[in-house]
């Protein structure tokens, strides 16, 4: 388990090195540097010179590796540049609007497992049923449903129809993360239920199932003990892949209920054109998506006795 | 037969869908861009859907979205499809570095998550439908590189492959008459179950300012304009809603019935996670 640990800790480091490579080339797309962002502000046409003099300033004439690895430098120094629009420093503002996005984010993964184990277990048992039909049904509903349109329905239905909710959640609080951690929960849900659903269905196939069964354990030992300590591992993996549409979900349902996260962070940077803003946004969100599947794959691994208790990685 | 039959009632929607997109115009009751009619009315008799804050009549405007909306999204997932299974393709037969450099482009594609990178793309490169469809696109395209290169390479060494290679055909031949029929059905069922999501994620940009601008009629751009009415005049945001919900279900239908019907080892309405 600990060399486990370790390979993939030493796996990690070049998958991150690309990502820091990816999003410090994206920007490269943008067409506009810092200079021209800054210069275009002041509305007044720049001669070239004092163009290329910034740029030479700013070490922008260089080349790109060269540029890169001072940019690396710099990261690894906790400076990702500062704001083109608030002219504040850029990481300890993501951090800062970090908490409330892992809040929003996590409140929507509990309240997935919550809903969707129990109903996919429930499904795969009475496969064939009206309570598998329905739930089928239910969840193929929720798979087509736009998270979008889902958090304006909720809004809708919930704070403006009914009054249960506030309709802007400005102060991050329990009553305001019911509405956008459902929606994010919503759409995760159906797509979880059905996997829930056939993970179970295809370990309740197995010959031990049976075997338990003739010799008279009560199923819902067999089920509780035997079936869904075995799926375990692959439920987890499941819900760790999840996680990079919950991260992007964030990015929709946060600015529809103005929750004060990352993901409303970046879309108002997206709309003035805070470039590092955004890189800083999109390098962040893959590193947290590939530290999530990480662990998870550790996690899969201790959960799995035969790789736990003997010793060797396959 | 009875097989057949289910097929055919899965297909029902998306023909639907299809027919009303190709004659979105003349299905229209009046012209979805003039601003001749009482603003924000509420649906009647003259007006099914309502009209907007400009006075359109918002059935016409739904409707021109849909075709919007939708042959943008058949655009983005033809052309990730065609792109990602040309590039397998071809890494499963030239082999070597080729074939390395393109596997590790794909994984690091996915180290990302999807909509996070494509936001980023999007925004980089300024916004616009195009734009939103090419980021969409560029993180799109890895998963059918990575199943072409695999079925490529599992039907390579067959009988079949060495005959052909027998026989004289070259390459070229050998993809178009061996490869490429065996490979397209699976690619083509990937394509139709992930076409609802794209369309989901596509609007998802527009309703985030990342696609479409506002002259043109598209569903999520119509719904993030009405926003701010959801307390007085709800059905601006909830008629485009339930047009995305409908187009991303039938999407979602057709997907899953060509899945059961074309993959023999899938029992019937059984999940099979990509």
New interface residues.
């Given amino acids: 388990m600990a060399r486990y640990t370790l390979r993939r800790l030493l796996q990690l480091a070049p998958?991150l090195l690309?990502?820091t490579l990816?999003?410090f080339g994206?920007?490269r797309?943008?067409?506009s540097d810092a200079v021209l962002q800054r210069m275009e502000n002041t509305g007044v046409v720049v001669p070239q010179q004092v163009l290329d003099a910034a740029r030479a300033e700013l070490g922008l004439d260089k080349p790109f590796l060269t540029q890169y690895l001072t940019w690396l430098a710099n990261l690894l120094h906790g400076d990702m540049g500062t704001s083109y629009i608030s002219g504040r420093a850029v990481l300890p503002t993501f951090l800062s609007k970090l908490p409330a996005t892992l809040a929003l984010a996590g409140a929507a993964l509990l309240l997935t497992v919550a809903v969707s184990v129990p109903l996919g277990v429930l499904a795969a048992v009475r496969r064939g049923r009206a309570a598998d039909l329905v739930l089928?049904a239910a969840g193929?509903?929720g798979?087509?449903?736009?998270?979008?349109?889902t958090a304006?329905?909720l809004?809708?239905v919930f704070a403006?129809r009914l009054g249960w909710f506030p309709?802007l959640a400005r102060r991050p609080g329990p009553a305001g993360l019911v509405l956008p951690a459902a929606t994010l929960a919503i759409a995760m849900s159906a797509r979880y239920l059905?996997?829930v659903?056939?993970a179970v269905?295809e370990e309740l196939g197995r010959d031990y199932v049976a075997g338990a069964r003739a010799r008279g354990v009560p199923f819902s030992a067999t089920l509780v003990k035997s079936v869904l300590r075995c799926c375990l591992g692959s439920l987890v993996t499941?819900l760790a892949l999840s996680?990079?549409?919950l991260?992007?979900?964030t990015?929709?349902v946060e600015?529809?209920f103005l929750w004060d996260g990352v993901g409303k962070l970046?879309?108002d940077?997206?709309?003035m054109?805070d470039?590092p803003m955004?890189?800083a946004?999109?390098m962040w969100?893959?590193i947290l998506?590939?530290v999530v599947n990480l662990l998870a794959d550790l996690a899969c691994h201790w959960l799995d006795p035969r790789i736990r208790l003997g010793g060797g990685a396959p | 037969m009875k097989q057949n039959l289910r097929l055919a009632a899965c297909l029902l929607p998306a023909a639907a869908l299809l027919l009303a997109v190709l004659f979105a115009r003349q299905l229209c009751p009046y012209d979805p861009n003039a601003q001749a009619f009482a603003a924000l009315a509420a649906p009647s008799a003259a007006h099914p859907a309502g009209t907007d804050i400009l006075g359109r009549d918002l059935l016409s405007r739904i409707l021109v979205g849909l075709r919007t909306s939708v042959l943008a999204t058949l655009a983005l997932v033809a052309a990730a499809a065609l792109a990602g299974t040309a590039a397998g393709v071809a890494a499963a037969l030239l082999g070597g570095a080729a074939d390395a450099v393109l596997m590790r482009v794909c994984e690091l594609c996915l180290a990302f998550p999807g909509l996070v990178l494509a936001l980023g793309l999007a925004a980089l490169l300024g916004g616009g439908l195009p734009c939103a469809v090419l980021a969409l696109g560029a993180v799109s395209w890895p998963k059918y590189a990575r199943l072409a290169r695999s079925r490529t390479l599992a039907l390579l060494p067959t009988d079949a492959i060495a005959a052909a290679r027998l026989a004289g055909d070259s390459a070229c031949q050998l993809v178009v008459r061996h490869i490429l029929p065996d490979v397209a059905g699976q690619v083509l069922v990937t394509a139709a179950l992930d076409t609802g999501a794209m369309m989901m994620e596509l609007a998802g940009l527009s309703f985030l300012g990342l696609g479409a601008m506002p002259p043109t009629a598209e569903l999520g751009s119509m719904m993030s304009g009405g926003r701010s009415l959801l307390q007085t005049c709800p059905w601006v945001v909830l008629g485009p809603g339930a047009a995305i919900f409908a187009a991303v279900a039938a999407f979602n239908l057709l997907g899953e019935a060509l899945r059961d019907a074309l993959d023999p080892f899938v029992c019937q309405g059984e999940e099979h996670e990509a």
């Avoid at chain 1, 798979?143 to 349109?149: E, L, Q």
Wanted: net charge positive.
């Fill in positions: 998958v690309l990502i990816l999003s994206m920007m797309l943008a067409g089928r193929f509903l798979n087509s449903m736009p998270n979008f349109f304006l329905l809004l809708y403006v309709v059905r996997q659903r056939a269905l499941l996680a990079g549409s991260l992007g979900g990015a929709v600015s529809v970046a879309v940077a997206i709309e054109r470039y955004i890189q946004y999109v969100m893959a998506y590939v």
